[in-house]
């Protein structure tokens, strides 16, 4: 752990740190070690309060403070591109972006995994809800949300207990906020029984010049709670829930949840639009994890450094909670405004206007102490920076994980392959209704993709796509993904492939990739080989996005995701935001015009290390992932991007999970069209093969020279694949005996019935 320096200890008039001495105080029991207890004690110079005590908990936790985490992740800022695009960088609420035109963007994504895990409808409710809220904090207008998740087995017992809760939490309240649910990722391995990943991510739009920050700054300003009242939910959650393991007690932490309002949260997204309008607010903070502690901490340290608080003052839900649970109840739709007093009146008459509580509970002051009082005593005098920025830092242990080179050097090559066309139509249809790749209809059409009626493409195309302006058609297009098993096989490449994979999801609509976020999902910190797979992972993630030149503008970590002691495959969940010049020139995946000719973009290899082929067949998890190439990712990219925008290409579905033979299934279920293919080579290999940085296009008649020009121009491989039409998927190649025929052909109403009949089943 980091040495502190030397700090101011305050006042020594702290009416409650005169209890007792000789009774223990529950450091441990709140998330803390013997060390961390004892630099409170010397930051302060004396015993802390039970209230400072709960602040430093919940500050210090890992949730928060980024303790085991913040060595590797400075490599973000170390390594990023150089860009006029970004205009605020990691540090704040969530990342904005120039996207031209005047126009800004912040977008971010986080974990609620734990939560959902206890109670699974109000643990994914609140997660979009907290992310939503985010985005307001810099000002935006939230525009869309997308989610990624993870259950264990698909038929497993917890799996049915928590697979409906979150998705009907996901879109209970996206679809009362009236935010449209744009795309995302629903993924089933054992790894993911009793820890299911639940990452939300919302996107907001706004002008250069309303961007807002969270700082306190100017003596005198008011301090404003408004929002939902505070209540007991959610206490503990942050230092809790987020940094503690599941094992069978774990249905007894469901106080611990939040529980959400969509509606109350509606009205404070208008509110604060109205507020910011007119110019009311000098610094705001929502209250998330941590909640009043955090906000009130974050605002100080960044402002002039002081705040006085009246405890007495927040408005509660249950009048019997002690000054410590004010302090750390995460109870929802909340924020924190720094107003100055002149236009405090004004502030109280819009949120009275939209029916939001509010309450002025403290003081902008220069004195560098956050001081709080509760009934007339003094509880807490602290220097607010030493918990918002000074809490520990860990170099912790790192070494592979002892199963590592057995797992890599199990090679898929022993596994039996499909040597005829009988065997290799058969796995076309075991992948196409397997669970990650079958049709998650019934997911997302419990999500409105359409309100408000800006959503231009949602789910299941490559990317969801936004428009911004409907003048000029600027938009937006966003891609989440993720792969845990590659990360598992080598964790520096996985993050890259999950980036390239994004990255190759937005370029296949048209648009040009800008900025990343991120979600990094993990086991226990404590652990060596954990922590290894995380360093090697952001590692692969900050050297990515330097060498493809978007920047991470923010995201999450989430630790501690494990059952006992088996942590879960890492998984790094990766987001990219594409702009659109005119959204009316984008391209999605649906075969929907006879005759088209079919183009495959990119070079097939080998590759079935970590592939949904073994893994659906055989169960199977060894050998390497795919071999990375960012050149060739970057290359496919602008020859996607030219195409599209000259109107070369009319369909674009990148290849990724499953290989070809799964963007076969996607794009001729989608347009309802059939295809007849020809593959060159052998047969399983250029099916199944999840090689990156390729391709499937329809090419406009016409085009085709053109599009072989831009092609070699980028040194980007095209072969000629066939033709669309008909109502089946007809595939000939090289037979057993080497001769050209027809290996299979399966009708599209076989292919629908095996693509989604799966998921209602298991979720019945």
Not at 90 to 101: L, R, S
Not at 112 to 125: D, F, I, L, R, T
């Amino acid at each position: 752990m980091e040495a502190s320096a030397p700090v101011d200890h305050g006042t020594d008039t702290v009416a409650i740190a005169a209890a007792s001495p000789e009774r223990p105080q529950p450091f441990v029991e709140l998330g803390m070690n013997e060390e961390e207890y004892q630099r409170v004690r010397h930051i302060l110079g004396r015993r802390p309060t039970s209230s400072e005590l709960a602040i430093y908990s919940v500050m210090w936790s890992e949730h928060c403070s980024y303790k085991s985490s913040k060595v590797h992740l400075r490599q973000f800022g170390e390594k990023a591109p150089k860009t006029d695009k970004l205009l605020v960088g990691m540090g704040e609420n969530a990342g904005v972006v120039d996207i031209g035109q005047g126009w800004a963007v912040t977008f971010k994504v986080e974990s609620h995994n734990h939560p959902s895990y206890v109670e699974p409808y109000q643990g994914a409710a609140t997660g979009v809800g907290g992310i939503v809220r985010d985005i307001m904090s810099m000002g935006a207008r939230p525009i869309a949300v997308m989610d990624s998740l993870r259950f264990g087995p698909a038929d497993a017992p917890d799996t049915q207990r928590v697979l409906p809760g979150v998705v009907a939490g996901v879109g209970g309240y996206g679809n009362s906020l009236g935010l449209p649910n744009i795309g995302g990722e629903t993924v089933f391995d054992a790894c993911y029984e009793q820890n299911p990943l639940v990452n939300a991510l919302c996107v907001g739009v706004m002008k250069h010049e309303d961007i807002q920050r969270a700082i306190a700054p100017g003596p005198g300003n008011q301090v404003i709670l408004f929002g939902a009242l505070t209540g007991p939910d959610g206490i503990g959650g942050a230092s809790v829930l987020a940094s503690a393991t599941f094992d069978d007690e774990s249905h007894q932490k469901r106080p611990s949840v939040q529980v959400g309002d969509p509606f109350m949260e509606k009205l404070l997204i208008e509110c604060c639009l109205e507020l910011f309008s007119e110019d009311l607010v000098v610094g705001i903070q929502d209250l998330g994890a941590a909640g009043v502690s955090c906000a009130t901490t974050e605002l100080a340290a960044a402002g002039t450094g002081g705040m006085h608080v009246d405890l007495d003052t927040v408005p509660l839900r249950d009048q019997t909670l002690r000054p410590e649970e004010i302090l750390m109840s995460e109870s929802q739709e909340r924020m924190m405004a720094v107003v100055s007093p002149d236009k405090v009146e004004r502030f109280m008459e819009i949120c009275a206007r939209w029916e939001i509580p509010a309450t002025v509970i403290g003081t902008v002051t220069d004195t560098r102490r956050l001081v709080m009082t509760w009934r007339g005593e003094t509880i807490v005098d602290i220097p607010p920076v030493t918990a918002a920025d000074e809490g520990p830092v860990y170099n912790r242990p790192l070494e592979p994980p002892q199963d590592l080179g057995t797992l890599q050097s199990d090679t898929p090559g022993r596994l039996t392959r499909p040597s005829n066309g009988d065997e290799l139509r058969r796995t076309v249809l075991w992948l196409a209704g397997s669970p990650n790749l079958a049709s998650k209809t019934w997911v997302t059409s419990q999500y409105d993709r359409y309100v408000l009626g800006n959503t231009v493409m949602a789910m299941p195309e490559n990317a969801g796509v936004v428009r911004i302006d409907d003048e000029s058609g600027l938009g937006i297009a966003l891609s989440l993904d993720g792969n845990g098993r590659y990360t598992r096989l080598d964790p520096y490449s996985g993050a890259q492939l999950a980036l390239s994979e994004a990255f190759r999801n937005v370029a296949s609509t048209g648009a040009r990739p800008l900025a990343v976020t991120n979600c990094l999902n993990f086991g226990s910190p404590e652990d060596p080989g954990v922590m290894w797979q995380f360093a090697r992972a952001v590692e692969g993630l900050a050297d990515g996005c330097q060498y493809l030149g978007i920047p991470v503008t923010g995201g999450n970590v989430s630790f501690y995701n494990q059952t006992g002691t088996t942590p879960i495959n890492p998984t790094p969940v990766i987001g990219v935001l594409g702009v659109h010049d005119d959204v009316r020139r984008r391209v999605n995946m649906s075969l929907t015009s006879d005759g088209a000719t079919l183009a495959l973009l990119g070079e097939t290899r080998e590759e079935f290390g970590g592939s949904e082929w073994a893994h659906v067949v055989y169960g199977h998890l060894g050998g390497l992932p795919p071999l990375v190439d960012l050149k060739a990712e970057t290359a496919l990219a602008s020859v996607l991007v030219a195409a599209i925008r000259d109107g070369l290409v009319t369909v674009a579905h990148d290849l990724s999970d499953g290989g070809l033979s799964q963007t076969l299934v996607e794009s001729c279920l989608r347009g309802g069209l059939g295809a007849r293919i020809t593959l060159q080579g052998d047969p399983f290999v250029a099916l199944f093969s999840e090689s990156v940085a390729r391709a499937m296009v329809a090419v406009r008649p016409g085009a085709e020279a053109r599009l072989a020009a831009l092609c070699e121009s980028a040194g980007v491989p095209v072969s000629q694949l066939g033709v669309a039409g008909g109502d089946t998927l007809s595939v000939t190649g090289r037979g057993p005996e080497g001769d050209q025929q027809e290996l299979f052909s399966i009708g599209l109403s076989e292919l629908r019935e095996a693509n989604e009949r799966m998921l209602p089943t298991y979720a019945d």
